[in-house]
């Protein structure tokens, strides 16, 4: 018999939603190709939710079981051997795992449970990754100082465009540019509800089709007042412009004062309505804003439709870049998770 | 007195026309920068051309004055203490640079003399920076063996888009990602001619107008005739989609023949025509083509517009996520051989 050895890295996730689960899935397809690729044997060792209960198995927890489990009951069963009562701090710390996956309810209005979360990794040695925003739009100098003193990895991709490289693209591949300003519209749920409003559909029809079809945050105010889109833009203002903000810097103006007349008109100018964000430099501070804005027809943002996404940077040497997330759907959102993943093993295959 | 000693890297630039001027007045603003951030000190040691006459000095070329003589008399002047008499494949050979910076005159037609000058380079143990297509769509997977035999550095993002990433972004952000097909918008010259011809401009003019304004390739065929997006075309598939092609692979479909009739009917029919490019998967082969086609008013495509292009990539996990280069000038050329350069810069570094 041959034992072939291959390093292994084990996770903790904190949540297990619609991003945990997908994750899940397609790590389980990816499984052998990362193995093969980079002699790399990946395990979910924990899985610590707030409501379906919590898994841990120090070889890896059945995740195809746990997938079922939820699809089948809501929960994790009781007859789950794997299933274990502690809390998510607990977990953490519990589970020796080398890399926590943060994916936990957000609160955008202070980034917890998220920073403490994200806190315990550190201090237990392990490597973040985050596709929580608030963290990143709160917190972000600090922790990445914490990350850093110890030789870990605070990764977060996901936070805006999902997998959609926006923060990998401007570190590793815009080398000397300083980035100057940006535009973007990145929020679905908004977008999606202007463009149902335009075509006839009334406010409430169109924010629960949104819901229905899961891109909507749970609380729909975080959406409609723009704070999905504050912590994006804070996140983005404190990584990619090295700025120090938090969400509550930003200038903030949701659509709930939208109305269809509104939408009538903007058309009859030539264009639609989009809720914007703007990162800008104003003397020697850096400025955020989120507000409903006139976008023409012939504007580039104006075809940024349904779920699709768009970040504009301009930067001193490279003018005016823009990525483009178009019509992604929560194997996108999964994505994210899994790429910077991947870059984490990238980074222990090279130092190893 | 005090010496402080840094690394030194040393270029040998073939070709010296709009974006060798342009990277040249980037060095010099950034130098400082680059001395600061990478304790390099980067200096140009050879500059040769075709009809400009060639510079020479170990220590250092005045880019300045090289510069300045080229804007007051077209070349070098004869007074110029480092103008020597040698061909380019001397020059590069005689430059004992660690670096070659291709930009000669491209001929898509057989990527030549650009593939001579990147062997001579190879054989001379210089890392390669090529800002023109024909290599890489002629013979990259030869190449990059040859470099990568002696563990050295081909670096090409401008090909495509300029400096946006586009090959580093699919190559370091997009990890574990299949790209299945592209689409893109990626010539500024047949993009612009159309948009004047709809707005009631003529052919002829709409070319002379993009000639004055120094995005159009000399020989006008080249843009006019889809040789300009084929050759971007087969660079895409030989590196994003790991294929083997060469521009006589890619069907070809130019613009000639589209009239202002042609493109009235289109906005009857609600949008324009763009030459677009695509890359894709037919079986086991990898298929190329560049054709005008029908792009609709709510297609996010329709409104890359002027000199603005657009490159969308479909893969198997992340989906379908586009970058857009906007209204770039030749600075962003130039961008895209200087980003080339500091990724080279950092890979010393770290091997150092």
């Known amino acids: 018999m041959v034992y072939l050895m291959c390093k292994k890295l084990s996770i903790c996730m904190i949540g297990f939603g619609n991003a945990g689960r997908a994750f899940c899935k397609m790590l389980l397809g990816q499984q052998a190709k990362i193995k093969n690729a980079y002699d790399y044997e990946v395990i979910v060792n924990t899985i610590s939710t707030r409501s379906k209960g919590t898994l841990y198995d120090p070889e890896g927890v059945d995740i195809g079981r746990a997938l079922r489990e939820i699809e089948d009951f809501g929960r994790f069963s009781e007859d789950n051997p794997q299933l274990i009562q502690i809390s998510s701090q607990e977990a953490i710390k519990n589970s020796k795992a080398q890399v926590l996956i943060e994916l936990s309810t957000l609160s955008i209005k202070d980034g917890q449970p998220a920073i403490s979360h994200i806190e315990a990794a550190i201090e237990n040695a392990m490597h973040v990754i985050t596709a929580n925003k608030g963290p990143i739009a709160w917190d972000y100098k600090r922790l990445k100082g914490l990350a850093d003193e110890k030789g870990l990895s605070l990764l977060y991709e996901t936070v805006v465009l999902d997998g959609a490289p926006v923060f990998n693209m401007v570190r590793d591949n815009l ?20 463009e149902e409003m335009e075509s006839g559909s009334d406010f409430d029809t169109a924010l629960k089709e949104a819901q229905i079809r899961g891109f909507a945050e749970s609380d729909p105010s975080l959406d409609i007042d723009g704070w999905d889109a504050v912590g994006k833009t804070a996140a983005l203002i404190n990584v990619i412009m090295d700025g120090s903000v938090t969400p509550m810097d930003i ?71 823009c990525i483009v997330e178009r019509n992604p759907e929560i194997e996108q959102t999964a994505y994210g998770v899994f790429s910077d993943m991947l870059t984490l093993v990238k980074r222990l295959v090279k130092n190893k």
Chains 1, 2 share one sequence.
């Open 175 to 194: 080398p000397g540019c300083e980035v100057l300003a940006f535009k973007g519209i990145v929020n679905s749920t908004t977008n999606f509800i202007m």
């Open 251 to 321: 200038e903030r103006t949701g659509i709930s004062h939208i109305t269809a007349q509104d939408l009538k008109d903007a058309k009859a100018k030539g264009g639609k309505i989009k809720l914007l964000c703007e990162g800008y430099r104003e003397g020697n501070s850096i400025k955020g804003k989120v507000y409903p804005g006139f976008v023409s027809n012939n504007d580039i943002f104006s075809n940024v439709d349904s779920t699709t996404s768009m970040l504009s940077i301009t930067t001193d040497l490279m003018g005016e870049i």
